[in-house]
């Protein structure tokens, strides 16, 4: 069953189902799932969270959520939150477009943060960035927010593991240069790299990036040491 599935279940359902998730995927030497979505659904218009969100009340989303997480992660399987800073209250779909949310910054700390800082506090191994754009913090989508990424995510929710990026093929970054995306993600203290639509252009972009002195060796080995850490950690 899906998210909303297993929250309308109650009880420990998504702690069960994420159990037998783990199971599976240890059977099949997979030791991490991009799950669970923390995504708190509280636009109805959503196109694309819908029936993969826990929940539309933020305190009811993260506790069926982190259910699901604790299940994971007791299976022994790394997992991953989904979607900082929250692609909850979009009313477009990031596969085909720009999505951007007109919260506060004090909204979201009351209603989309509270999944994300329970999954820190429960042990999440990783947290993905989507492409959502916050007009009151910044300009540009979250993946490539220094504020978003770095004043936000690592400084206010005091993250430190690793953070992946959401598919970097997707309408919503389609008016941006791909080599570009990819330096500014990891600029803005991000680590991991997910679906590069070109990995060459991307390769010679990140290159000039470190010749020029935009992207510092030690910036680059803050991401490898988180990676390394976690891939010895499981």
């Known amino acids: 069953p899906g998210a909303m599935a297993l929250a309308a279940a109650g009880g420990d359902a998504p702690y069960r189902a994420a159990r037998l998730t783990a199971a599976q995927l240890r059977a099949a030497g997979v030791n ?9 659904n509280s636009n109805p218009l959503n ?5 993969r969100s826990f929940g539309d009340v933020p305190e009811e989303a993260a506790e069926r959520a982190l259910g699901f997480m604790r299940g994971l ?3 022994g399987i790394m997992a991953c939150g989904k979607h900082f800073p929250g692609h909850g209250d979009t009313d477009t779909d990031t596969h085909d477009g720009a999505a951007v949310v007109n919260k506060s910054l004090e909204e979201l700390r009351e209603g989309e943060f509270l999944p994300f800082i329970s999954g820190i506090e429960v042990g999440a191994d990783m947290v993905m960035v989507g492409h959502i754009t916050v007009t009151a913090l910044d300009e540009v989508p979250a993946t490539i927010s220094k ?14 593991g ?4 959401d598919s970097l093929d997707m309408g919503a970054l389609a008016g941006y240069d791909n080599g570009e995306v990819c330096v500014k993600f990891l600029e803005a203290g991000g680590d991991i790299l997910l679906g590069i639509p070109d ?4 390769l010679t972009a990140l290159e000039a990036a470190v ?3 935009r992207l510092t060796e030690s910036r680059i080995d803050e991401s490898v040491q988180r990676v390394l850490e976690l891939k010895i950690s499981h």
């Open 32 to 40: 991490f799932d991009l799950a669970p979505v923390l995504d708190v």
């Open 47 to 51: 196109p694309v969270i819908g029936v």
């Open 73 to 75: 992660l007791d299976g």
């Open 162 to 165: 690793v953070v992946i990026s």
């Open 211 to 213: 010749t020029d002195g």
């Open 199 to 202: 990995i060459e252009t991307a």
């Open 147 to 160: 504020v978003l990424i770095g004043e936000v995510l690592r400084g206010e929710l005091g993250w430190d």
